[in-house]
């Protein structure tokens, strides 16, 4: 159980409300136990006065006493729900909120080993999950522990042995219960967290796979599968429900027998008293109440297997190292960049070879570099570096003769203007997926950045700039979407420029006028270009060729051409 100790100490920020919430729920259970037991003995002594022929029976003091009862279990009751599921949602909120930002750092590097389904699952349904902690495990348990003792406490007023075994007896069941329903119910909360983000990430997957699945006829098998997690998921609640029931018969059958025997008990007398009286439906009320306190307890330990499970979820996220720290002090992004490469080595987590080996370059202030190569050379690899997704293993990138690591993130961002080989689309409106790259531009501005890529015609759209893109709005075709990617990077325009692959997905005709732009709008800027196309290459100040991972040849276009080599293999294959 030491999996749940940090979350615990989340609890403390919100302790007051969370105290104040067991207090009530203590208040609202034992108004409960007075009322039933005080409506028992009020029911039994007024009909026995009734019989006997009494006509000085106090019946106003108890008759108010069952009234107030019962409305301090109401408005117990409804302010504990309050109390309670307040401090829940707060700390919920705050372990939402640090989950996410330990998230953060691990953008986009440490990111790939959970599958997308699954991180979501983690960071909603177990941080959800986590609520069960204090409503079905602490409150009740607390609750129901001070309800024995007032119990007992309370009927030894009375009569002192049958106090004691009617508390020694709740007492018992409050020991021996949860411990054996954790025992049982371990496993299967374990799976059922398990089955459940299973079910949701094969879920996703079928959702976003649909149109494969269905162009090589393979729905039906993906949703077989599907339905097998979801039986099996189902199965396993139904096996929590079958465990929830006996812990609620089991309960049940230990208050009968409690019952029989206090009934049994008192029946000799209670207290100085001798004779049977109305002190019996008191004991035998109160029993029948003690019980059902205690029955949110055996439960709750049921759950308890389905927390530390998502405990153990969320802490694998929280637990993780960003691979990349921000740890430097330069803060001023400069207006003209200059890079460099040495020696720069780097393999991903895993791989057989490395992406890159011992690549070096330089890049001066406003020169302009193509990177060619193979599929898989590494030029994508080489871009992410530089934008410190990840950190290289070997050698150094400056930045103005700076390391990299020694720029602040703000900066680093502010300088760099990146246009990825996968455009990502927000689902959110068009104008915020292009204020994302510049948050304090203008409508204007972004109209004007719509303009000069082409997409104009996404302003055609009687919403304008505040359509809908992606989720439950339009869709973009690969070129479009490009497009975009190249309208944020007009409008972010920082001093070093990393284009990957720009213009692909693009006809003949588009692709000039956006490189005639990219030109245009990058005159003064440095900038690395990744390409397969050749066209429009000879405008570029050199070009590098890369394969293997590594930078194989490099210099300026006439260079390359009269060398002969790989440069000019491309140049043949690629250019009509
Ligand atoms: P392309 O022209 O197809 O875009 P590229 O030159 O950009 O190719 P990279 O994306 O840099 O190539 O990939 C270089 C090598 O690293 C490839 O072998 C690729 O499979 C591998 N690789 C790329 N990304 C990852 C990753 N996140 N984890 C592990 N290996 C990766
Ligand atoms: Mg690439």
Redesign the pocket.
Known sequence: MKQLLPYLALYRRHSIRLLLGIVLAVVTLLASIGLLTLSGWFLAAASLAGFAGLYSFNYMLPAAGVRGAAIIRTAGRYFERLVSHDGTFRVLQHLRVTTFTRLLPLTP?RL?RFQQGDLLNRLVADVDTLDHLYLRVISPLVGALCVVLVVMVGLSWLDVPLALTLGLILLLTLLALPPLFYRLGYPVGVALTQQRSAWRSLLMRWLQGMAELRIYGIEPDYRQKLDKVEQQWQATQQQQSRLSASSQAGLLLISGLTVTLILWLSAGGVGSTLSPGAAIALFVFCCLAAFEALAPVANAFQYLGQVIASAERISEITQQQPGVRFAGDRQQSAQQVSLTLQQVSFS????T?P?LQQVSLQLRAGEKLALI??????????L?LITRAWDPQQGEITLNDYPLASWQEHALRKMTTVVS?RVHLFSATLRDNLLLAAPGASDSQLVSALQQVGLEKLLADPQGLHAWLGDGGRQLSGGERRRLGIARALLHDGALWLL??PTEGLDAHTEQQILHLLHQVTHDKSVIM?T?RLQGIENMDRIGV?DG?QLVELGSHEALMAKGGRYSDFQQRFTL
């Open positions: 590097g790939y991903y987590e895993n791989a070879f992406a190569g193979r599929t898989g050379s590494g030029k994508s690899t080489l992410q080989q990957d692959e990744v397969h890369m991972g």
